[in-house]
């Protein structure tokens, strides 16, 4: 049994900064890897980035240079800074193990003056 627990969205000015958290405890020790994706109204579900239990990092053409993925154990943060109207989303996180793969309940973010 795992759970995923995220928080740290909310709304914010075209910009600004937030940063995102979230914590997969349970029956796993460690998961292969763990990520964020999000979706936006009438779109779907696209990777924002993703982090492997080693350190490397992939992430979206649209949030490079922008938004930074870490990692410390089975907690997994991003850090989001110049933040736009069209990074408006609900964010989930993802920690997938073997063949098996478990979503958060998601946090929204919402970019708007």
């Known amino acids: 049994q795992v759970q995923i627990v995220e928080s740290g969205g909310g709304l914010v000015q075209p910009g600004e900064s937030l940063r995102l958290s979230c914590a997969a405890s349970?029956?796993?020790?460690?998961?292969?890897?763990m990520g964020w994706y999000r979706q936006a109204p009438g779109k779907q579900r696209e990777l924002v980035a993703v982090?492997?239990?080693?350190?490397s990092t992939n992430y979206a053409d649209s949030v490079k240079g922008r938004f930074t993925i870490s990692r410390d154990k089975n907690t997994v943060y991003l850090q989001m800074n110049s933040l736009r109207p069209e990074d408006t989303a609900v964010y989930y996180c993802?920690?997938?193990?073997?063949?098996?793969?478990?979503w958060g309940q998601g946090t929204q973010v919402t970019v708007s003056s």
């Open positions: 993802n920690a997938a193990h073997l063949f098996s793969a478990y």
């Open positions: 349970g029956s796993i020790r460690s998961f292969n890897v």
């Open positions: 982090i492997n239990s080693g350190g």
